[in-house]
């Protein structure tokens, strides 16, 4: 397995979560990687990405308030996740840069965030 999604739970709006991904093989090291979530009955979007050089970039929804990040020598992309909304409610998965790479790895299985009172 490439990446390992972790970190999710549930929280209560304005609240802040750190999530985690962890590549046993190292690969992120190597690609231009993103945090991406799928809502239930949503496509799957790009919220946040990291290049090679650690050029960062961010969905508009979530400019301000989430931070994406990595560790090379831990091979692990971090998210953290500030002011969360009950729209940020979604599975968070890792994977390659769509805007960069053409190939995905083989998608994990992501980590639940739900935001709820």
């Known amino acids: 397995v490439d990446v390992v999604e972790s970190g999710g739970a549930l929280v209560q709006p304005g609240g802040s979560l750190t999530l985690s991904c962890a590549s046993p093989t190292r690969v992120v090291n190597f690609y231009a990687m993103a945090w991406y979530r799928q809502a239930p009955g949503k496509q799957r979007e790009s919220v946040a990405s990291?290049?090679?050089?650690?050029?960062?970039d961010y969905a508009d929804s979530v400019k301000d308030r989430f931070t994406i990040s990595k560790n090379s020598a831990e091979a692990t992309i971090y998210l953290q996740m500030n002011s969360l909304k009950p729209e940020d409610t979604a599975i968070y998965y890792c994977n390659t840069d769509a805007r960069v790479h053409n190939s995905r790895f083989t998608w994990g299985q992501g980590t639940q965030v739900t935001v709820s009172s």
């Open positions: 990291i290049s090679r050089e650690g050029a960062t």
